[in-house]
């Protein structure tokens, strides 16, 4: 079975421009989060994803957004791109709301 | 508030040293407890979990036991390979509205041959 994919795998961006990053789940698993890992720290939950309604945000701003297809895919846009926002950005899928599976995640370089 | 304190690397063993990564977490409500591990230039993988007191979670090897007494699942490893270098980070979840992974700042392993 095929695990979480996520495209890009790589990218570079200039600040102020906008990102796409996409995010297949698992095959049968309805939920979808995205996180944040900045070089050197653990992953930050950015949002989650559920029968395509939002059922949490973490503490990034307004200019992260986020939906969720009735696919189950799972789109994460980044506006107004900061120099900050360079991270490795993680999709997890999962069935129930507990064992969550990581996808290999999208380098983001903003320059 | 919730956070996960995990021991501060980087560890450097010799292959077939025994391994202890420290791990203790502060979290309201009752968590389910997990290791993930991330080989260089790739995602997270889930090692091992725990769900509720006294489990131990095992998997290629590696141990830890859920301790509610103490706030703490320990990661364990009786003879380590060069191919468990990585990075490994304790994480939690608990249920109630979003259930968001907390992860500690993870601790980097490397063993040599």
């Known amino acids: 079975d095929a695990g979480v994919t996520q495209s890009p795998t790589h990218l570079i961006k200039t600040r102020g421009q906008h990102v796409t990053l996409r995010c297949s789940p698992i095959?049968?698993?309805?939920?979808v989060s995205w996180y944040q890992q900045v070089l050197g720290q653990g992953p930050q939950f950015i949002f989650q994803y559920y029968e395509k309604e939002e059922r949490g945000r973490g503490n990034f701003p307004d200019r992260f957004s986020a939906r969720q297809f009735p696919n189950y895919s799972s789109e994460l846009n980044v506006n107004a791109l900061l120099l900050g926002d360079s991270a490795l950005y993680l999709c997890a899928s999962s069935l129930d709301y507990y064992e969550q599976y990581f996808g290999p995640g999208t380098r983001l370089t903003v320059t | 508030g919730n956070s996960v304190t995990q021991m501060e690397g980087p560890v450097t063993l010799s292959e077939e040293a025994f391994l202890t990564i420290n791990c203790t977490y502060t979290a309201t409500g009752y968590p389910s407890l997990f290791w993930y591990v991330q080989y260089p230039g790739e995602g997270l993988q889930l090692l091992l979990k725990a769900t509720k007191a006294d489990d131990k979670g095992s998997n290629k090897g590696f141990e830890a036991t859920y301790r509610k007494e103490t706030t703490s699942f320990h990661l364990e490893k009786g003879s380590v390979q060069v191919s468990d270098s990585a990075v490994y980070f304790c994480a939690f979840i608990t249920q109630g509205g979003s259930e968001k992974l907390v992860f500690g700042k993870g601790t980097k392993l490397t063993v040599n041959p």
């Open positions: 095959s049968g698993h309805k939920s």
